[in-house]
């Protein structure tokens, strides 16, 4: 029995560790977007874009042997082109998660991963056989990867059932992983400058699916993992063949079963006001459990909420900040560096080091929910009361960091970039694992998919206004960013709605709470007082 258990725990253990390992080095390497693009150009990427001060194209081939002209060259149009291959990148990206977490939540994690690792795979061939004289092959393959990748995201989300008590910070774990994988095209860049082409860098890497496919057999389910565990859940290649009871060798599961909350209160509420253990207080809780349970909410009513509308205008607004960011990464340090090559690669290698914080960062906020939610909760109160009271700070301190992140991006000084990179990768991985954590806690667990990828992509429709910006930054303002800059850090002021209106919604159960508990005290009709109190807070949401 306590090898069987102790098994089980490995296996879980491998399933966390490789799928930490599968986003960190592969789900979202289309964030290294500004070292990839440094490679790209010195290829000659685009280059055609490039013209001289009689007007002719900057940069033309003799044979195999790319040569530079010596009178002054403008590469605003390749620029351009670049920001735009990032701009559809980015949007598709976001956008495909909706149909993309349909099928996750129709056909189950086996199907997705299968069409993810096809996707990456085909991305990665395409920059691999691809050249400077085939540039718009940058269009298909930057959005194959960038789909596959957050497939692959999706997929590994749900590790975190298995740990229960630690759910949101292993949530938070895999989205930090994620942002840090932008460190793949740093080594790209590197081992290119080592004389290590970009072809065979690429041909590596789509190598490495056989590793996606054998993790999508062994260590993940067909379907899904549920959440909470039922008792002998199983997962992986052999697990449909035994049959034995709950705890006998074979069953994969993760420790000790525990029941479903929602069967649970429902079960208790049958027995009467005084017939549960703890008398008034326990029929509250039953009841709120029964009512407040989010696997009673319809994917209709989910979208309509208010939580979903203003956890989208929180993640939109910030998102767009961050891609328009990195999307202008490369002609900003060309401005602020006055076209000094050395400290463009100086300064891309610092922001790309950076990002490889972020699986050091992410956890950070998964563990303020966790322990905020871990502090002793009201007489009555719910776990998704206690879910959603433990979001606040997270949420409030996000829409901070990005708000100070594009105070110094908006800064025209060089060296406090170094700043703003540091900000930007801290608000980066409190952003998407705060965006998955919430949704995972105040919509059904059933509706994740299809809500995750809708509310991505709603928010990538939004990001598409980054090319519109750059194109008004490159030719209204000069090349000047200011006042664009100034404009989005207003708009990040929008953020700090979603966490107010949470806490006031919180502060209205609580308060709904102690006036239902109060009038049970005083011999109300405990089944009748407690329902519309609580309708009334559901309707609220």
Not at 114 to 125: C, M, P
Not at 274 to 299: A, D
Not at 458 to 479: E, H, R, T, W
Request: hydrophobic residues 45%.
């Amino acid at each position: 029995m306590l090898g069987c258990l102790s098994g089980a725990r490995v296996r879980c253990w491998l399933t966390l560790a490789s799928g930490l390992l599968e986003c960190l080095c592969f789900a979202g390497t289309v964030f290294g977007w500004a070292s990839l693009m440094f490679v790209l150009k010195t290829e000659g990427y685009f280059s055609n874009l490039c013209v001289n001060a009689t007007g002719s194209n900057g940069t033309h081939y003799t044979g195999d042997v790319k040569t530079l002209p010596s009178s002054p060259t403008d590469c605003s149009g390749q620029d351009e082109r670049f920001s735009l291959v990032f701009t559809i990148a980015s949007f598709m990206n976001n956008f495909l998660t909706l149909p993309n977490g349909f099928l996750f939540d129709r056909f189950g994690t086996m199907v997705a991963r299968l069409l993810g690792i096809s996707l990456y795979t085909t991305g990665t061939l395409l920059i691999a056989l691809s050249h400077p004289e085939t540039s718009l092959l940058l269009f298909p393959a930057l959005c194959f990867i960038a789909v596959g990748g957050i497939l692959l995201l999706v997929t590994n989300m749900q590790v975190g059932n298995l740990f229960g008590t630690h759910r949101s910070t292993i949530i938070t774990l895999y989205n930090g992983a994620f942002d840090s994988s932008s460190i793949v095209f740093l080594i790209v860049k590197v081992l290119s400058e080592g004389g290590i082409s970009l072809h065979y860098s690429f041909f590596f890497l789509s190598t490495c699916s056989v590793i996606h496919l054998m993790r999508t057999f062994i260590l993940m389910p067909k379907k899904h993992i549920p959440y909470p565990l039922p008792e002998g859940y199983t997962y992986g290649l052999l697990s449909h063949r035994y049959s034995a009871p709950p705890g006998l060798c074979g069953r994969m599961t993760c420790g000790h079963a525990r029941p479903r909350i929602v069967d649970q209160a429902r079960k208790e509420e049958n027995k009467g006001p005084l017939q549960g253990e703890g008398g008034t207080e326990t029929m509250t809780f039953q009841l709120m459990s029964n009512k407040q349970t989010p696997q009673t909410v319809s994917f209709r009513q989910s979208v309509l909420s208010w939580f979903f509308l203003w956890h989208l205008v929180w993640l939109s607004v910030m998102q767009l900040r961050h891609y328009l960011f990195i999307g202008t990464l490369n002609p900003m340090l060309n401005r602020l560096t006055a076209g000094d090559p050395v400290l463009v690669s100086r300064y891309t290698n610092a922001f790309a080091i950076t990002q490889l914080c972020g699986v050091l960062c992410a956890p950070w906020n998964g563990l303020i929910m966790d322990r905020h939610k871990g502090r002793k909760r009201a007489p009555g109160e719910t776990e998704e009361e206690a879910d959603l009271r433990s979001a606040v700070l997270s949420l409030f301190l996000t829409a901070l960091q990005c708000l100070l992140f594009s105070i110094c991006a908006t800064t025209p000084v060089l060296s406090l970039q170094y700043l703003s990179f540091a900000l930007q990768v801290l608000n980066r991985s409190f952003l998407y694992g705060g965006n998955a954590a919430f949704i995972s806690i105040a919509f059904p667990t059933s509706h994740f998919g299809k809500l995750y990828g809708l509310m991505m992509a709603l928010s990538a429709v939004v990001s598409l206004l980054q090319y519109p910006c750059f194109s008004l930054v490159k030719g209204v303002f000069d090349g000047d960013p200011l006042y664009i800059n100034v404009a989005l850090t207003l708009l990040s002021l929008c953020a700090f709605i979603h966490p107010l209106y949470v806490c006031i919604h919180c502060r209205r159960l609580a308060s709904q709470r102690r006036s239902s508990t109060k009038q049970l005290a005083n011999g109300g009709s405990s089944s009748s007082i407690n329902r519309e109190a609580l309708q009334d807070a559901v309707d609220s949401s």
